[in-house]
């Protein structure tokens, strides 16, 4: 069974914190996303990584930094979290073998950020 | 400007019934992926079915099938006889390679569907 794994369900933080969320995938996949989830707006893109160490912003990269030191994570880094970074966060890894193959998803992390 | 374009927000569908959920999307490039997916309130993203650019025939997975139209730049999603299961987000969405060659993927804002029995 393919496995996107979020590392908490829910968190909690202060404004100001630097925030970690990490994302780990079992399939082998070079391509790895970062989405955050709010009501009205879908999904949005915040990065994604191609390779290890590699990366490119996506639609909403401010205030956010990534980080791939192996194939099997991706790490999206909140240097100072604001109450406007409340979310949910989906993390997402997809194979690189062109544009007939789908993303799997992990279970979503709640942000909240008080 | 937006990439993937989800103009129901909401819809209300008797239980049985077809359902069609409109998206349109805005590529230049000549090879991309779309895509669709389901979101239960559980929250989990399933993925329901593909087409591919180069695709001549519409994409059909059992009850979904995909109203592929490339000129209009439209790929709907079509429901057959809905039940009550089907309540949930849809998603629409697009990989495309990125100015740089990357695969990018990029979602519409969804359709919430309600089932009536």
């Known amino acids: 069974d393919v496995k996107v794994t979020q590392s908490s369900r829910y968190l909690v933080k202060r404004t100001g914190e630097k925030v970690f969320l990490e994302c780990v995938q079992d399939?082998?996949?070079?391509?790895m996303f970062w989405y955050r989830q709010d009501p009205g707006l879908g999904l949005r893109l915040i990065y994604f990584?191609?390779?290890?160490?590699?990366?490119e912003k996506g639609d909403i990269p401010e205030g956010y930094s990534v980080s791939r030191e192996k194939k099997e994570r991706f790490s999206l880094i909140l240097e100072s979290a604001s109450t406007n970074q409340t979310s949910m966060y989906l993390c997402a890894s997809s194979p690189a073998t062109g544009t007939n193959t789908e993303a799997f998803f992990g279970q979503g992390t709640r942000l909240t950020v008080v | 400007a937006q990439k993937i374009t989800q103009t129901q927000p909401g819809m209300f569908v008797q239980e049985k019934e077809a359902v069609t959920l409109d998206c349109t999307y805005d590529?230049?490039?000549?090879?991309?992926?779309l895509f669709w997916y389901k979101q239960p309130s559980s929250g989990e993203m399933i993925f329901l079915i593909y087409?591919?650019?180069?695709?001549?025939q519409n994409a059909t997975e059992g009850r979904y099938s995909l109203n592929f139209q490339k000129a209009r730049k439209s790929a709907n999603l079509v429901i057959s006889a809905s039940q009550l299961g089907d309540s949930a987000m849809y998603f629409c969405?697009?990989?495309?390679?990125?100015?740089?060659?990357?695969?990018?993927?990029?979602f519409g804002t969804g359709t919430r569907l309600t089932i009536i029995p």
């Open positions: 590529t230049s490039d000549q090879s991309y992926g």
């Open positions: 969405a697009m990989r495309e390679r990125t100015n740089f060659g990357n695969e990018k993927l990029t």
């Open positions: 087409q591919g650019s180069y695709d001549e």
């Open positions: 399939m082998d996949h070079e391509n």
């Open positions: 990584s191609y390779d290890v160490k590699m990366k």
